[in-house]
């Protein structure tokens, strides 16, 4: 075999492996499903990149202020 066979070898066998963990670490990654909101529920807690490379937290905002969430769809 050449040096390039080997090389290709070597890389299918890596890709297998993270394949192979991937495919076992995942089911411990799982978080519990989240229960299906209702009307008048309070929205849960959860952070987003803003537009000035930093985050907002919604919680933050707790008892200060209305939050609007609008979530543009961009131009197609």
């Given at each position: 075999?050449t040096?390039?066979h080997?090389?290709?070898?070597?890389?299918?066998?890596?890709?297998?492996?993270?394949?192979?963990?991937?495919?076992?670490?995942?089911?411990?990654?799982?978080?519990?499903?989240?229960?299906?909101?209702?009307?008048?529920?309070?929205?849960?807690?959860?952070?987003?990149?803003?537009a000035?490379?930093?985050?907002?937290?919604?919680?933050?905002?707790?008892?200060?202020?209305?939050?609007?969430?609008?979530?543009?769809?961009?131009?197609?």
């Open positions: 075999m040096s390039t080997h090389l290709r070898d070597s890389q299918l066998r890596l890709f297998l492996l993270i394949i192979l963990f991937s495919a076992l670490l995942f089911p411990a990654c799982e978080k519990k499903p989240m229960k299906e909101p209702h009307v008048g529920d309070p929205a849960p807690n959860f952070t987003l990149p803003n000035l490379s930093g985050t907002v937290t919604l919680s933050d905002y707790k008892n200060n202020q209305p939050v609007l969430l609008y979530f543009h769809m961009g131009v197609g």
